[in-house]
């Protein structure tokens, strides 16, 4: 596939960013549009996933709507390749996407294989290809690399290629130098040199340059020039090859190549080197041969080592949870930094996590001997042994790295004061308490990362082959470095199996930490050693938040499943984060690794008291200590949304008696909202592990959770509903199996409205019904009117007018008997919406009227926007289209400032018909377009997809342009029939579209 696409289109990345078709460049959309594509042709030919997709554009805190973004951008960048034939480039995989394209048809790409030939080109001998290859890359840049692109893997890969450029432009320098153009390198090179005065190498191929064409004494200027930047830019002399080079031409000039003579070997050499007293020291052991990886944390990390101007020693603290691969990033980046500490590398292994932590006396006095002590000069006092290793690397460059350190306590004897050191430690907990100190912490791998690691241990060949299982394994792994090595050495091991056969291993999280071990290496004996140091209350807390702390938990709701004050469990959660045994990715929001959590669940409490009885289960009371809390923030975040509906007096209390009752005080309905939306995955869990497991001690009740899932329907907009629908269908046929009528009503009425969200409306005709009978024999009069309002919707989506206006008469009539005031304004409105649709638009206009000032009243801003976009259709039905615009453009305020961005794109496509009626096609497709994009950009297909399409195809129609308004008008079709809805046979032609519209904007 990627050979066909390759003659089709190419992509450029090093200048501004753009698609070449055919000689021309044609520009990839806005700013974080082209972030996207640049994250996928740099890795081109893998898939990546759409959360790696999202932090490259928005880095670790992306917006709320970053999927539905993510997902407009890439339907964007599809329909620039369908316009010139490469639809194929770019393909969904699983939960990600892949480019397909040669690297050669990708600038960058192309020059990181161009900078591979050179170096074979090198190797071989071959100085003219290779100074050729050289000028084709070279040539490749147009200016700065992803010019313009935001976010944090544009920052990092514009540095990369800026780096690149530079060591490139170097490399063919050196190059003339060795094909004999001396004198013709001078020129370039000098102002290379003057554009990037810190580049010692570039100054040292000038030097040779200048010295093989004769002018050995503009050489030595070139030096001296050299030595006075560094020195003022820095404060650094020169280093080992400016000096020797300078050292060499005093003495005995050049050759005639550039190259400095060889050392007189009779020269003396048991002079020791300057500012030592010894030879070396290289004690750090080899690094992983197949490290894969962390590229950007290594950088961070060989910066701050190798910081200029310093006042002490650098020093930098690598923390994370057992396997996430401090040891092996400390051994690589300490590779990585060797050069720069001639001197030597001293190591030693603390031994934290162990039984008998290593005795920081014993690490000194192997240090000591590193550095050339005599045995019988070591003194036997600790403290005066730290003294004499201070004084020992006075004046030297070593650096020091103290694998698996403990605390600040352990490390104080082994720090070095002078600032020609650095120090490099790892450790569990995090080490607060060092001062000066460059603290990173690191996170699991990428998606990414664990592949490459995954295709560095097993093979390429065999992964690609596999490539989706693979990506499976690698996330049946949690990412975690130590599990991704363990399961991919196993896998090398055995040929004959495939990535399947260990993916399916990996599928029962109870068991999969038994799964992972290889040889003496077991990621629950690493865990066992961080829980065996916690304290009584944090291994509790630890034990009891694992089954219901998940993905994440707020600080008041693990307070609330703790039985404790939020201050209390912030103590603890804290330390538990301290020692790497939980993560806390946002303030006062913490959560467990999956292999963490894995071994959490696995751990028992003690099992009987001093006395001899049993202890209860202490994990016992969490789930229904949780719902309560829950239940009651749901409540109060319902009351914020709908202010006109006492909600709250109809849920059941979930927690056991006794207990405290707790809810979250929410200051405004954005507060609400934003609370739903990030605890409803850890709600989702804790009502799914309910109903796996009723019979459980204190488990909730069946009511508790009916309660939950009603007072969440009211952000099924926020929310993905679907998930919510999916446990009140299993919740309604648990009930229906106990003949506990009242959950099965108001499960089943949540079944429906998902379903009527959603378009299904075969589905939620059914699940409605189911509720309303249920209901109706239960006694639940409110939720009997919310199923009541649901039918009317579904009978004027399937245009029964008359049924629908009847419908809604039950529900306000219900409503106000029950004294639900919001609820009898909606579904006053929604009548009102009928009324229009049967040809009555003055009832329904006189309805919005007076609801629009009760609504306003109670300050109902959803319901506000509700009655002015229905007030706008009963306007522009009677043909007053400025004062239908006027109430249009007040909705779009109310939804700007509630945040009800659904409302809002449902109202553009009908200010967009209104627009049309005034000749203003522009606006008005600018406006249909806008409600295009969000509804295209939801997961599921909706019906207000299909009027947006509907609308930006008579604005399109308005201005002229048939055959795109024929398109999109057969795409508005096909979305009715894919509905079951009568609009799909009634969408008119292209020669007719300007047909009076189907109102649609009615409230649940």
Same mark, same amino acid.
């Given at each position: ?197 810190? #580049? &010692?190498?570039?100054? =040292?191929?000038?030097? @040779? %340059? !200048?010295? /093989?064409?004769? *002018?050995?004494?503009? $050489? +030595? ?72 990886? #962390? &590229?950007?944390?290594? =950088?961070?990390?060989? @910066? %701050? !080592?190798? /910081?200029?101007? *310093?006042?002490?020693? $650098? +020093? ?83 650096? !020091? ?604």
């Amino acid at each position: 596939m990627a050979q066909e696409n390759d003659d089709v289109v190419g992509f450029c990345l090093l200048g501004a960013v753009g698609m070449r078709v055919g000689g021309q460049v044609v520009a990839c959309g806005p700013p974080q549009q082209q972030a996207v594509l640049a994250a996928l042709l740099l890795r081109a030919g893998h898939v990546v996933p759409s959360h790696e997709l999202i932090t490259a554009v928005w880095g670790e805190e992306p917006p709320k709507s970053a999927v539905k973004v993510l997902r407009t951008y890439v339907w964007r960048l599809r329909q620039l390749l369908r316009a010139v034939g490469g639809e194929e480039v770019l393909a969904s995989v699983g939960d990600g996407y892949r480019v397909a394209l040669a690297a050669h048809s990708v600038d960058a790409l192309h020059a990181d294989q161009l900078a591979s030939a050179v170096a074979q080109s090198c190797r071989a001998g071959r100085h003219e290809e290779c100074a050729e290859l050289l000028d084709q890359a070279c040539a490749l840049w147009q200016g700065e690399p992803l010019s313009g692109v935001p976010g944090p893997f544009a920052d990092g890969e514009r540095a990369r290629l800026a780096e690149l450029r530079l060591t490139l432009t170097e490399k063919r320098y050196e190059h003339d130098l060795r094909c004999g153009r001396h004198r013709e390198a001078v020129p370039p090179l000098a102002a290379f040199c003057r554009e990037h005065p810190l #580049r &010692e190498h570039a100054h =040292a191929t000038l030097m @040779r %340059a !200048l010295a /093989a064409s004769g *002018r050995r004494a503009d $050489a +030595l200027a070139a030096f001296a020039h050299a030595r006075e930047v560094l020195r003022e830019e820095l404060g650094l002399d020169p280093g080992p090859e400016l000096r020797d080079l300078h050292e060499s031409l005093l003495r005995d000039g050049a050759d005639d190549q550039g190259r400095p003579p060889e050392p007189d070997a009779h020269a003396s050499t048991d002079r020791p080197p300057e500012g030592r007293g010894a030879a070396p020291c290289p004690q750090l052991p080899s690094g992983i041969a197949d490290f894969c990886g #962390r &590229e950007e944390v290594a =950088a961070e990390v060989v @910066r %701050a !080592l190798t /910081a200029p101007s *310093r006042t002490g020693p $650098a +020093l930098v603290s690598l923390t994370g949870m057992a396997g996430i691969g401090k040891s092996a990033l400390a051994l690589h980046a300490g590779h990585l930094v060797a050069h720069h500490f001639p001197d030597g590398q001293l190591y030693a292994d603390l031994n934290a996590t162990a039984a008998e932590p290593t005795d920081s006396a014993t690490v000194l006095t192997g240090f000591l001997l590193a550095l050339g002590v005599a045995r019988e000069a070591i003194p036997s006092s600790p403290p005066e042994r730290s003294r004499l290793l201070r004084t020992a690397l006075r004046g030297r460059r070593v650096l !020091l790295v103290l694998d698996d350190a403990r605390d600040a306590e352990q490390l104080a004897p082994l720090m070095p004061t002078t600032p020609t050191c650095a120090v490099l430690v790892t450790s569990r907990s995090s080490l607060v308490d060092v001062s000066g100190c460059t603290h990173v912490r690191l996170k699991e791998f990428t998606a990414g990362e664990s592949l490459a690691l995954v295709r560095a241990i097993v093979g390429t060949s065999r992964v690609d082959r596999e490539e989706a299982d693979a990506v499976r394994l690698a996330a049946g792994c949690a990412h975690l470095p130590l599990a991704v090595r363990v399961v991919a050495t196993r896998l090398a091991s055995r040929p004959a199996w495939t990535v399947k056969d260990l993916v399916r291993c990996l599928t029962d999280e109870r068991r999969r930490l038994q799964e992972l071990y290889a040889e003496e290496v077991t990621l629950a004996a690493s865990f066992e050693l961080s829980h065996r140091r916690l304290s009584g209350p944090e291994a509790s807390a630890f034990r009891v938040l694992a089954p219901v702390a998940w993905p994440s938990i707020g600080l008041p709701a693990a307070a609330a499943a703790l039985g404790m004050t939020e201050e209390q469990t912030r103590t603890l959660l804290e330390s538990l984060v301290d020692v790497a045994l939980l993560e806390s990715p946002t303030p006062g929001r913490y959560r467990y690794h999956e292999l963490v959590r894995g071994f959490a669940l696995r751990l028992t409490p003690p099992g009987r008291s001093s006395d001899g009885t049993p202890e209860p289960d202490e994990r016992a009371a969490a789930p229904s200590l949780l719902l309560d809390h829950l239940l009651r923030s749901a409540a109060a975040a319902f009351q914020m949304l709908v202010p006109g509906d006492p909600v709250h007096n109809t849920l059941t209390v979930a927690a056991p008696p006794g207990a405290p009752a707790s809810a979250i005080p929410f200051e405004n309905v954005g507060a609400a909202r934003a609370w739903v939306v990030t605890e409803f995955p850890c709600m989702v869990h804790l009502m799914q592990s309910a109903l796996r497991h009723p019979e459980a001690e204190q488990a909730p009740s069946r009511a508790a959770l009916a309660d939950l899932v009603v007072a969440l329907s009211a952000f099924g907009r926020d929310i993905p509903y679907g998930q919510l629908a999916a446990v009140a269908r299993d919740l309604a046929e648990a009930a229906e199996k106990a003949g506990d009528r009242r959950t099965v009503g108001r499960a089943r009425f949540v079944c429906g409205n998902a379903a009527l969200q959603g378009g299904h409306l075969g589905r939620a005709a059914f699940h409605t019904r189911l509720a309303a009978e249920a209901c109706a024999r239960a006694g639940d009069e409110v939720i009997l009117r919310q199923t009541y309002n649901d039918l009317g919707i579904i009978a004027y989506w399937e245009q029964r007018y008359h049924e629908a206006t009847g419908y809604f008469g039950q529900a306000v009539e219900s409503a106000r008997l029950l004294g639900l005031r919001s609820g009898e304004l909606n579904s006053r409105v929604n009548a009102a919406l009928a009324r229009i649709g049967s040809g009555q638009a003055e009832e329904g206009l006189a309805v919005c009227e007076q609801a629009l000032d009760a609504m306003r009243e109670m300050a109902d801003r959803q319901g506000t926007a509700h009655a002015l976009c229905v007030r706008g259709q009963a306007l522009h039905a009677l043909g007053r289209d400025r004062d239908a615009l006027v109430s249009y453009l007040e909705c779009l305020d109310v939804c700007e400032a509630a945040g009800l961005r659904s409302q809002q794109a449902q109202t553009r496509y009908h200010l967009s018909r209104t627009l049309g009626a005034l000749n203003r096609w522009d606006a008005a497709l600018a406006e249909a377009e806008c409600a295009v994009s969000y509804f295209l950009a939801l997961p599921d297909v909706c019906r207000h997809r299909g009027h947006a399409l509907l609308a930006s195809a008579e604005a399109l129609l308005g201005r002229g342009d048939r055959s795109a308004a024929r398109a999109r008008a057969a795409e508005a079709a096909e979305v009715f029939r894919s509905l079951g809805l009568p609009e799909g046979t009634q969408v008119p032609g292209a020669a007719d579209l300007h047909g009076p519209p189907a109102p649609d904007v009615l409230q649940p």
